[in-house]
C-alpha cells in the first residue's frame, strides 16, 4: 500500500498541479526549517541566561 501511495505522489509531482502543489511544500519547508532554528536559538539563548542567573 505504500507503494501505491510512492507511485501516485510521484504522478502528483509531475503534473501542472503538482508543480503549484511542489513550489508551495518547498516554501513551506523552508518557514518549518527557519522556525526551527529561531526556536534552537531562542532555546540555547534562554538556557544561557538561565545558567548565568544560577552562577
Same mark, same amino acid.
Given at each position: 500500500m505504500a507503494m501505491e501511495i510512492? /507511485?501516485?505522489? &510521484? $504522478? %502528483?509531482l509531475y503534473t501542472e498541479l503538482g508543480a503549484e502543489f511542489r513550489g508551495r511544500f /518547498? +516554501? &513551506?519547508i523552508c518557514y +518549518?526549517? /527557519?522556525f526551527i532554528m529561531v526556536f534552537n $536559538?531562542? %532555546?540555547k539563548f534562554k538556557i544561557i541566561i538561565i545558567t548565568f542567573d544560577y552562577s
Open positions: 510512492t /507511485i501516485a505522489e &510521484f $504522478f %502528483l /518547498i +516554501v &513551506f +518549518v526549517c /527557519i $536559538f531562542h %532555546l
